[in-house]
């Protein structure tokens, strides 16, 4: 993990450079290009209605660095900096943190490879709300307020309204499964979720017969979430699956990892997991869950379609435009290690592939 590279790195909107002639309220993107800061629209914190923000000026997807240049950058720089910042960092592997969950273990739901580190997992994220490097989301999510929480139900379904976190978890058993986790930038891990099946959830709201998706939704709060005043992507965070994929009983809504709740960096209290398709499907921090008709319009497809589709089913077979998506690297492995084949739906083939019978994955990737 090369964790001692923690805090090393700071997001744009930490500390704001002039750029060009914006002054203050623009910053630098990843890939050097001026990026201004928008003013905080409408909450949807908390069950209201869904904002709708003016389309900012984005960040080309040409700019954001490929993940073998990443990597190679952050190992140089753990490198350098880990007798200096040791001081400032976890024991190796870390202790979870959060208040532990009574769940039952699923050995159904399980994998023959060993799980990451509490600390790997907790300490390189993408979570785009609180920056755009891997480091800033644990540093930064603890701005976040998580209680209370609320999640909006909206559209194609009999109930509807707004309902407490606690509303939504009362009486649902919680188990814990160790799924893979396969991020598009080639990277992967294994976690021990805890969580409960999205479908389970989704019943007691009635779908009609004409929900054909489930659109999820981030919270949008500037002032908690600073990266959402730069504009990498439309906020708030959008995401989306069909509906026969929201109620497979691989699909989970998870509130906690290695037996205690989720932190806020990985998405608390409430978050997706979707475990054969890539990391940005699996939406974190949850406010509202919309049963649509029609595709929902998602983040990442929205802003390069032609980069990230909507299935977003791990393939071997389909490469991104700029890097290839064959092997992957695990975290927590030595960085030359040799690379691991990518597994097709990320090994959960037995269990989805029927799910896309007759489509052509190299046009819905």
Same mark, same amino acid.
């Given at each position: 993990? %090369?964790? *001692?590279? /923690?805090? =090393?790195? !700071? &997001?744009?909107? =930490?500390?704001?450079? /002039?750029?060009?002639?914006?002054g203050p309220t623009s910053v630098q993107s990843p890939g050097g290009s001026c990026v201004t800061f928008r003013p905080p629209g409408r909450s949807t914190a908390q069950g209201g209605a869904r904002a709708v923000n003016p389309r900012p000026t984005r960040i080309a997807p040409s700019e954001i660095t490929p &993940? +073998?240049?990443?990597?190679?950058? /952050?190992?140089?720089? %753990? %490198? =350098?900096?880990?007798s200096a910042a040791s001081g400032c960092v !976890?024991?190796?592997? *870390? +202790?979870p943190a959060g208040a532990p969950l009574a769940y039952e273990r699923n050995a159904r739901y399980s994998v023959s490879e060993k799980p990451n580190t509490y600390d790997e997992i907790t300490t390189y994220n993408n979570f785009y709300e609180f920056g755009t490097d891997k480091e800033s989301p644990s540093e930064y999510a603890r701005m976040m307020r998580t209680r209370p929480w609320s999640v909006t139900v909206a559209g194609e379904a009999e109930v509807r309204g707004r309902f407490d976190l606690e509303d939504l978890l009362k009486g649902q058993p919680l188990e814990e499964r160790i799924y893979r986790f396969r991020c598009v930038e080639a990277w992967s891990l294994v976690v021990p979720w805890v969580g409960f099946p999205l479908g389970k959830l989704l019943g007691r709201f009635k779908p009609t017969s004409r929900a054909k998706y489930v659109e999820l939704t981030t919270l949008y709060a500037p002032q908690q979430m600073p *990266?959402? !005043?730069a504009a990498v992507l439309n906020w708030p965070y959008v995401e989306g699956l069909r509906i026969d994929e929201a109620m497979h009983p691989l699909t989970l809504m998870v509130v906690g990892l290695y037996g205690r709740t989720l932190p806020n960096q990985d998405g608390a209290p409430l978050r997706l997991i979707v475990p054969w398709k890539y990391g940005f499907k699996s939406i974190k921090s949850i406010v509202q869950i919309r049963f649509t008709e029609r595709e929902p319009n998602t983040a990442w497809n929205v802003a390069a379609p032609h980069e990230y589709g909507f299935y977003a089913n791990v393939n071997p077979a389909v490469?991104?435009?700029r890097w290839s998506q064959a092997t992957e690297r695990r975290l927590g492995s030595p960085f030359l290690a040799a690379r691991r084949p990518t597994l097709p739906f990320n090994g959960y083939a037995a269990e989805v592939a029927s799910l896309y019978q007759g489509m052509d994955l190299r046009r819905y990737f």
């Open positions: 993990m %090369a964790a *001692g590279a /923690r805090g =090393a790195l !700071r &997001p744009a909107w =930490a500390s704001p450079a /002039r750029c060009g002639s914006e &993940p +073998e240049v990443y990597f190679s950058r /952050r190992t140089l720089l %753990a %490198a =350098a900096l880990a !976890r024991a190796a592997g *870390g +202790e *990266g959402q !005043r490469d991104h435009p």
